[in-house]
């Protein structure tokens, strides 16, 4: 499969999931999904290669297509596509950050079972890359709301049962956490 291919699929996949469900109304007319036309394909080909796209990707069941009320097709990602959405949007993930600081401290705390050790390493990982600070082993802070986010890495890998989230107002120590997020 060529990278263009590749890009497109992933695409329709994030653009599908974006939306929770789309319509495609009859044969799809040109334009409907035009930010898919930044890949450089013509309009004719447009048609074929997404039409292809949805194929490819309801053969390996990421998608669900069925009719509308109205006569349409009706096309939603399946489990297996919301999983692969996330993946491809796991490295755009950021924390959206308050102009001004609510007080609170958020903490992520985990007890992962030996025989998942794979998955707390790269749960860590990401909680690094996010941005929180390892507060102890398992235990995380970041002054900012991140239940969605952290909700959507830990079900992305599979460990939202060991996962707890919790605020804290008063911290010991507090003055070096100000310092390195630069709060007030």
Same mark, same amino acid.
């Given at each position: 499969?060529?990278?263009?291919?590749?890009?497109? @699929?992933?695409?329709?996949?994030?653009?599908?999931?974006?939306?929770?469900?789309?319509?495609?109304?009859?044969?799809?007319?040109?334009? =409907?999904?035009?930010?898919?036309? &930044?890949?450089?394909?013509?309009?004719?080909?447009?048609? &074929?290669?997404?039409? %292809?796209? @949805?194929?490819?990707? /309801?053969?390996?069941?990421?998608?669900? =297509?069925?009719?509308?009320?109205?006569?349409?097709? &009706? =096309?939603?990602?399946?489990?297996?596509? !919301?999983?692969?959405?996330?993946?491809?949007?796991? %490295? /755009?993930? !950021?924390?959206?950050?308050?102009?001004?600081?609510?007080?609170?401290?958020?903490?992520?705390?985990? %007890?992962? #079972?030996?025989? *998942?050790?794979?998955?707390?390493?790269?749960? &860590?990982?990401?909680?690094?890359?996010?941005?929180?600070?390892? *507060?102890?082993?398992?235990?995380?802070?970041?002054?900012?709301?991140?239940?969605?986010? @952290?909700?959507? =890495?830990?079900?992305?890998?599979?460990?939202? #049962? *060991?996962? !707890?989230?919790?605020?804290? @107002?008063?911290?010991?120590?507090?003055? !070096?956490?100000?310092?390195?997020?630069?709060?007030?």
């Amino acid at each position: 499969m060529d990278s263009k291919r590749k890009e497109l @699929i992933k695409e329709v996949l994030i653009g599908i999931g974006l939306l929770g469900a789309i319509i495609v109304v009859g044969a799809m007319a040109p334009g =409907v999904f035009g930010v898919l036309n &930044r890949n450089g394909f013509t309009k004719r080909k447009y048609n &074929r290669k997404f039409n %292809d796209s @949805i194929y490819y990707l /309801k053969k390996r069941k990421m998608l669900i =297509v069925g009719e509308n009320k109205d006569g349409g097709l &009706r =096309v939603e990602l399946s489990e297996n596509g !919301k999983k692969k959405m996330l993946i491809y949007n796991l %490295d /755009k993930l !950021k924390i959206k950050t308050m102009r001004k600081w609510d007080g609170k401290w958020r903490f992520v705390m985990f %007890d992962i #079972p030996n025989k *998942f050790k794979n998955r707390s390493n790269v749960l &860590r990982d990401k909680l690094k890359e996010l941005g929180l600070y390892q *507060f102890q082993k398992s235990v995380w802070v970041y002054p900012f709301p991140l239940e969605n986010e @952290i909700d959507l =890495v830990t079900q992305l890998f599979e460990v939202k #049962p *060991f996962v !707890k989230m919790g605020e804290m @107002i008063n911290l010991e120590g507090e003055h !070096k956490l100000k310092k390195k997020y630069k709060l007030k």
